[in-house]
């Protein structure tokens, strides 16, 4: 079993910056893929970015240019350099690991862009 531990979350004024963090723990083998996902109250969980092993990275459209995913291979951990918010990226961001075939899931941190 591998487990995600997010930090980073806030409130943080329109326009400000986060860096969110996450670290897998347990059997961590076998990771290839890390990113980070978002939801917000009565919508549906959404991709905001990933990188695989190889570092190929993956944007939403709402959040290119702004953000900036990156990963430490050899330590299991993944983060999340978010720029510029907009209240519109107010919402649940979740850990997301691929362990072999499977996804791996965070509990989720909560990000606040408010004035």
């Known amino acids: 079993q591998v487990q995600l531990a997010e930090s980073g979350g806030g409130l943080v004024q329109p326009g400000g910056s986060l860096t969110l963090s996450c670290a897998a723990s347990?059997?961590?083998?076998?990771?290839?893929?890390m990113g980070w996902y978002r939801q917000a109250p009565g919508k549906q969980r959404e991709l905001v970015a990933t990188?695989?092993?190889?570092?190929?990275?993956n944007y939403a459209d709402s959040v290119k240019g702004r953000f900036t995913i990156s990963r430490d291979v050899a330590k299991n951990t993944v983060a999340l350099q978010m720029n510029s918010l907009k209240p519109e990226d107010t919402a649940v961001y979740y850990c997301?690991?691929?362990?072999?075939?499977?996804?791996?899931w965070g509990r989720g941190t909560q990000v606040t862009v408010s004035s």
């Open positions: 997301y690991m691929r362990r072999f075939w499977r996804d791996v």
């Open positions: 347990g059997s961590t083998a076998g990771i290839n893929a």
């Open positions: 990188i695989s092993s190889g570092t190929n990275t």
